[in-house]
């Protein structure tokens, strides 16, 4: 689609705070749309035993991402997709994570709730999807730095629309 955010590493404190509001479980699928340097992909499969997927359309990113879930030894747990995640169908998620800025949220906005299963949660770092009421938000200070995180359940989302 052609759309660019730059690279801004989400701080692990808060990747764990926005993985345990999401109430990820061992056995999930979590899907991070830029997973950047895979610190949310290797936090969700080392300590919260589940399956992430990371979609990156940097290759450089990915080659970092690939070195960290080794590093973590979590290989075997991790899947890293180079591409553009407009064009992944997301059906077989559990929690999609987003540190995506809003004017792509609001993009990928009908993406999630067309594709998403209901039991679904979406959470996004710092920036809101518009017209989403979230379920929890919450602010998480991390050194100097406050920052708020939205949690989105998709039956809520859907409930809202009819």
Do not use: E, M, P, S
């Given at each position: 689609m052609g759309i660019s955010v730059p690279f801004v590493p989400t701080p692990t404190e808060v990747v764990r705070e926005m993985l345990r509001i999401a109430e990820l479980k061992p056995g999930e699928i979590v899907v991070?749309?830029?997973?950047?340097?895979?610190?949310?992909?290797?936090?969700?499969?080392?300590e919260f035993d589940a399956f992430a997927v990371g979609v990156e359309a940097r290759r450089d990113l990915i080659v970092r991402a690939l070195v960290n879930v080794r590093k973590?030894?979590?290989?075997?747990?991790?899947?890293?997709?180079?591409?553009?995640?407009?064009?992944?169908?997301?059906?077989?998620a559990d929690v999609v994570f987003l540190y995506l800025l809003s004017s792509v949220n609001e993009i990928l906005k009908p993406k999630l709730e067309k594709e998403l299963k209901d039991n679904a949660r979406v959470v996004s770092h710092d920036f809101e999807v518009r017209g989403w009421r979230p379920t929890k938000e919450i602010k998480v200070r991390n050194g100097y730095r406050s920052h708020t995180v939205y949690l989105y359940r998709i039956s809520d989302v859907r409930g809202e629309a009819h």
């Open positions: 991070d749309l830029g997973c950047g340097d895979g610190r949310v992909l290797t936090v969700a499969a080392k973590a030894n979590v290989l075997g747990r991790v899947l890293i997709i180079q591409g553009d995640f407009f064009k992944l169908n997301l059906g077989f």
